[in-house]
């Protein structure tokens, strides 16, 4: 499928920019800053997306029970999130959402680097990390949301090099050892093996449990949550496992654990409510190693800790596994084709300074569900061109990316 047939195809069901702008459940409508409201915004609204998918009445896995008494029966759930601050750290992931035109800065990096997107990326000089205001060595998350551009972009292990705290003191690049850009409007998934600001490669962001959406009385997506022990393996929609253990009784990452609809909520409170409704009707997917059963939410001050301990009275038996589908482990990976750069081409290759030219690609996806292209100097990109305006000469790379790999292409601009 040629990107630009599926962006023209795209523009014709959005809505002109007048209407888009600040619509209510639009990725525009979303309210710049930290721990802000979307609004009534859900990522990944696809039809094919697994983090939006009902699931309960999906049929319960075979290995449901064994699965279970793997993580223990008696395991109790537990909020990692809430009000306040635990040993000087606010609870939970926290997250901002920026405008378009916020600057966009290098990302230097790490471990990952093999397996996550360059930069440059709109991480804000005072970006929250995960723990703040003294994240420590714990893993310093990083997740910020474009409402220009509706893109999403995680950082695992992220230090802003101008300050080495949770708090830059200038605007400037931020290293990490793992970045990914997701785009928000389309189902999209992680080359095969890949990781990401997660260990299991999916997004952080669409698990979050958030106040704004439990006070407008519905949550719907599934909820990230943690066990101790994973499989090598991994089921969608995950792309990755952090394990060596080979136990077929082991969850494989991307496991989705639904509350049974034979539990009992009306004792709960009518936010714990919202909460395990949306625990039946989209579960939560196994997202990482980590505390036994504790889902993930954003700090708020509005949370109530003592209100979000009740929810410790659920344990791992009042769960099923719902169905898994394919487990995918080091035997059996999925193979396929790369993306395809047909082209990548400049209108006018040189230029004076102060001049700009365009930018022009077009790359064939190989499968159904199209990937993302990201070009460097300009960040992720849509449609099949761009203005640039270099002031010195530079060469620009375009990585192409789908569920199966990555590719990419160069082209110079010469300026005198």
Not at 207 to 221: F, K, M, P, Q, T
Not at 258 to 268: A, T, W, Y
Not at 357 to 371: E, F, I, K, M
Request: with cysteine; net charge negative; proline share 7%.
């Amino acid at each position: 499928m040629k990107k630009t047939v599926w962006l023209t195809a795209l523009s014709a069901l959005l809505p002109g920019p007048a209407l888009f702008a600040q619509a209510p459940g639009t990725c525009a409508g979303m309210t710049p800053g930290q721990l802000t409201s979307l609004n009534g915004f859900v990522p990944f609204q696809g039809t094919s997306s697994l983090w939006n998918t009902d699931i309960s009445t999906a049929l319960v896995d075979p290995d449901s029970a064994n699965i279970i008494n793997f993580i223990g029966t008696s395991t109790t759930l537990h909020p990692d999130f809430g009000e306040g601050t635990y040993d000087g750290s606010y609870m939970g992931i926290p997250y901002q959402i920026v405008a378009g035109t916020q600057p966009k800065v290098n990302i230097v990096l790490g471990a990952y680097a093999s397996e996550s997107d360059p930069g440059p990326m709109p991480i804000p000089a005072k970006a929250l990390i995960e723990g703040y205001p003294h994240p420590g060595d714990g893993d310093r998350h990083v997740l910020v949301l474009d409402k220009g551009g509706c893109w999403l972009y995680e950082l695992y292990n992220a230090v802003a090099e101008s300050a080495g705290s949770a708090i830059a003191a200038s605007a400037g690049s931020w290293k990490a050892n793992s970045a990914a850009v997701w785009d928000m409007t389309l189902n999209e998934m992680r080359p095969y093996e890949w990781t990401s600001a997660d260990a299991a490669g999916l997004p952080i962001f669409p698990g979050l449990l958030r106040y704004d959406e439990v006070a407008a009385g519905a949550i719907n997506h599934a909820v990230r949550f943690t066990v101790p022990v994973t499989r090598e393996a991994f089921v969608a929609p995950a792309s990755h496992w952090a394990s060596s253990n080979t136990s077929l009784d082991a969850p494989p990452m991307g496991t989705r654990l639904r509350l049974k609809s034979s539990f009992n909520i009306s004792g709960f409170s009518a936010d714990n409510q919202v909460i395990l409704t949306a625990l039946k009707k989209y579960g939560m997917i196994l997202a990482d190693n980590g505390s036994a059963i504790f889902i993930t939410g954003a700090p708020d001050s509005r949370w109530s800790n003592d209100d979000l301990s009740n929810l410790k009275n659920l344990t791992a038996a009042d769960f099923d596994v719902v169905q898994m589908g394919t487990v995918y482990n080091p035997s059996n990976l999925p193979t396929g084709p790369a993306p395809t750069i047909s082209s990548f081409t400049a209108t006018s290759k040189t230029i004076a300074k102060g001049e700009s030219t365009t930018l022009n690609w077009s790359v064939d996806w190989n499968v159904s569900n199209p990937g993302y292209n990201i070009i460097s100097s300009v960040g992720a990109v849509r449609g099949s061109s761009v203005v640039v305006a270099p002031s010195a000469t530079t060469t620009y790379t375009l990585y192409s990316t789908n569920e199966y790999g990555r590719v990419t292409a160069k082209v110079t601009i010469t300026v005198h």
